[in-house]
């Protein structure tokens, strides 16, 4: 019978998952080979792996993770370049402060050679970055006060550059490698109507009007049934299309309370709900979910992916299939 990435290719869609090459078995490999057509380093890519002592770069396990891809006609998207998270013990004791006293100077340099340096290693094998990931507040309670209508969160980097770091970030990504797309990425942003979502557009506006090269927004879509309204995630994706961006689902998983048939059946008709909005939508070009088996999981209690723990298809892997 035929694949997901059959069908994808079809519709011109990518149709992706969150690979952790030390989480999965052959049996995953194959698989994740077989029926997705984008893979994305569920960790491999961060800078804690990259860049583990300062100006020294690793690049076996990602290398791995970009070969398995190649060797299997599957595209690479990146994830990701400048976080809070997973980022090395030599830049900040946990990714939030600026404990190491960087200036604004040094932080900028540190950022760039990282940026620039992963950039052109992956060049020609990796298509598009998550250049900032994360990088709203999760109160946007300050809206009312600030005339952007946005609170970034404080991190290592926003504390040591300012909250133009965003903006260097993407600068210095596109001068590194012209040719691939640049993802601002987050999460809580993805219907319209919440706080946060305002925050994200009114980030986005604020950078296209500074002329910052930006191709595209990332909407994580970590959910759990009942999270999803599908009006307001389409009029987000449509909002990003009028301004000229791309707007895709970068971590999509579908938590459900427990593993009882009426709540498979549920997440099952979320995941197809989605999947119909990116197929309806043509500045969503991928579709990504963040992991292939339930126990692998980030969210391994809440069972929240296509594939069981014993990598057996589930109601919502059907689901995705026939909407696309
Ligand atoms: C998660 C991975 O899935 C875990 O394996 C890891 O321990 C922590 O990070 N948002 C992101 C992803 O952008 O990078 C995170 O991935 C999940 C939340």
Redesign the pocket.
Same mark, same amino acid.
């Given at each position: 019978s035929k694949t997901l990435r059959y069908y994808a290719e079809k519709n011109g869609k990518m149709i992706g998952m969150?690979f952790?090459t030390y989480k999965g078995l052959d049996s995953d490999r194959s698989e994740a080979a077989r029926q997705f057509n984008m893979m994305v380093a /569920?960790?491999e890519m961060?800078m804690d792996v990259l860049q583990p002592s300062q100006g020294s770069f690793s690049w076996g396990a990602a290398d791995g993770l970009v070969s398995l891809a190649k060797n299997n006609n599957m595209t690479v998207r990146g $994830?990701?370049l400048v +976080?809070h998270?997973?980022q090395p013990a030599w830049l900040s004791s946990d990714g939030k402060k600026n404990d190491k006293g960087w200036t604004r100077q040094q932080a900028l340099d540190i950022m760039k050679n990282h940026i620039t340096t992963v950039l052109q290693h992956f060049k020609g094998k990796v298509t598009e970055w998550?250049v900032v990931? /994360?990088c709203l507040d999760d109160d946007q309670s300050i809206i009312r006060t600030n005339p952007e209508g946005y609170k970034l969160r404080p991190t290592v980097w926003q504390q040591a550059i300012g909250d133009d770091y965003i903006d260097s970030a993407f600068v210095y990504a596109r001068r590194a490698d012209p040719d691939i797309q640049l993802y601002l990425?987050d999460?809580d942003v993805e219907m319209q109507g919440k706080a946060k979502a305002v925050a994200f557009s009114n980030l986005v506006k604020r950078l296209q009007s500074k002329r910052i090269p930006l191709d595209g927004v990332g909407l994580?879509c $970590?959910f759990s049934i009942g999270d999803v309204d599908s009006v307001k995630l389409e009029k987000t994706i449509r909002l990003f299309g009028e301004a000229g961006l791309k707007c895709i689902i970068?971590?999509l998983d579908m938590g459900v309370p427990s593993t009882t048939t009426a709540n498979l059946e549920e997440q099952a008709r979320n995941y197809r709900m989605i999947t119909d909005i990116v197929l309806n939508n043509d500045n969503c070009p991928n579709l990504v979910v +963040?992991?292939i088996k339930d126990n692998d999981? +980030?969210r391994s209690n809440s069972n929240p992916l296509l594939y069981n723990s014993g990598l057996g298809k589930k109601k919502a892997w059907y689901a995705v299939r026939s909407a696309l």
């Open positions: 969150a952790c /569920e960790n961060k $994830h990701c +976080w998270t997973q998550d990931n /994360e990425n999460y994580q $970590h970068t971590e +963040w992991g999981s +980030w």
